[in-house]
């Protein structure tokens, strides 16, 4: 099962996707400012910014998922001991 983000994307190919723009907005940035091309520059930034929220969006539908999943396991611990109590009440009847 994937780990779908807000986007219906697998988690997964958003963090990957992130890292790979991420990676090459920083050689356009390294590019542009030994070129000195203030334009293609600001492009970079840009795209920075851009990726290290997609990369954001990913671990953050990752780490939710994780919690849903823990709150659901406790809830079943929780049902399963009050299951077991009942049984326990209606055995020493």
Not at 35 to 46: E, Q, Y
Not at 49 to 69: K, R
């Amino acid at each position: 099962m994937f780990v779908r983000t807000r986007f219906g994307i697998p988690a997964f190919w958003q963090i990957a996707a992130g890292v790979v723009v991420l990676l090459g907005a920083i050689a356009l940035v390294v590019v542009a400012s030994m070129s000195n091309i203030t334009w293609l520059l600001a492009i970079g930034m840009v795209l920075i910014v851009a990726s290290g929220a997609a990369i954001a969006f990913g671990v953050s539908a990752v780490n939710q998922a994780e919690e849903t999943a823990r709150q659901q396991r406790q809830a079943d611990l929780t049902g399963e001991a009050v299951a077991r109590s009942l049984r326990r009440g209606t055995q020493d009847r």
